[in-house]
């Protein structure tokens, strides 16, 4: 029975940066949900053509020039050419055979049915898929979020993840006032992703090298470019099915 106590003590310890980052981004999408319900009460009118309407586009077109430009400054983190461009290449032909896209949206279009009677969303503006992809993406790749929950759960020091959730909650604030209720949905995705690198540290550990990390980095910085090129409407990618992309280094830099 002591073993078993030491055990889920020790489990909790490992998790407690998590567990606050992700509380942080339920906060912050909390109140940027609060935000985008006054601005659309404040407003008359929130066609296209309106002032409400000007002005939710224009948010979502800054927010994605946001996201454009956290993208480039993680890509520019890698260090080997040809580890991205075969990560990108092989990760595309998995998620294409996965269709991790079309499930990725299936789940938002079931959760957006689900919560229809509580949030109403407009025509036009962006589906719980949308927003939920958007931010996991941007919250999970990094870093702060592989670093730290190594750190945390080797060590269970959590300082990193702490800097991180006032990141993460400030950034879900802003996204979940354009992009919605998908936001706060995500907070699951890092709940899990960050609470599964810091239960597996030990076996994890040796494998993420500096250059593994930074590799990792920049392929997922990558897909966050391709997510702004979409919310511009430039592109209409379907970055889920690369999202395997991001995970190949780990494999591939022990050969190359």
């Not at 020091?157 to 879900?172: E, H, P, R, S, W």
Request: include cysteine.
């Amino acid at each position: 029975k002591l073993c078993g106590s030491l055990s889920v003590g020790r489990d909790n310890a490992m998790l407690t940066g998590t567990i606050i980052n992700t509380l942080a981004i339920v906060a912050g999408s909390l109140i940027g949900l609060a935000i985008q319900a006054v601005t659309k009460h404040s407003a008359d009118d929130v066609s296209a053509d309106s002032l409400g309407g000007r002005f939710q586009a224009l948010v979502m077109q800054g927010m994605a020039l946001c996201v454009l430009y956290i993208g480039i400054s993680g890509s520019l983190k890698g260090e080997n050419t040809l580890v991205i461009i075969i990560s990108i290449a092989l990760g595309a032909v998995i998620g294409e055979l996965l269709d991790l896209d079309a499930k990725m949206h299936a789940l938002g279009d079931w959760v957006q049915k689900k919560t229809a009677r509580l949030v109403h969303t407009d025509e036009g503006s962006p589906s719980v898929a949308d927003g939920f992809v958007t931010a996991s993406l941007l919250f999970c790749v990094g870093a702060m979020a592989i670093v730290g929950s190594l750190e945390n759960g080797l060590t269970g020091n959590y300082d990193t993840l702490k800097a991180k959730a006032v990141i993460d909650g400030i950034a879900a604030i802003v996204f979940a006032s354009s992009l919605g209720i998908g936001v706060l949905f995500s907070a699951a995705a890092i709940f899990l992703y960050q609470g599964t690198i810091s239960l597996a540290a030990g076996l994890l550990a040796p494998l993420l090298s500096d250059s593994v990390i930074a590799e990792m980095t920049c392929v997922g910085s990558l897909l966050i470019v391709a997510l702004s090129l979409n919310m511009l409407n430039v592109t209409k990618i379907k970055v889920m099915n690369l999202v395997p992309a991001i995970f190949l280094p780990i494999l591939l830099c022990r050969f190359m």
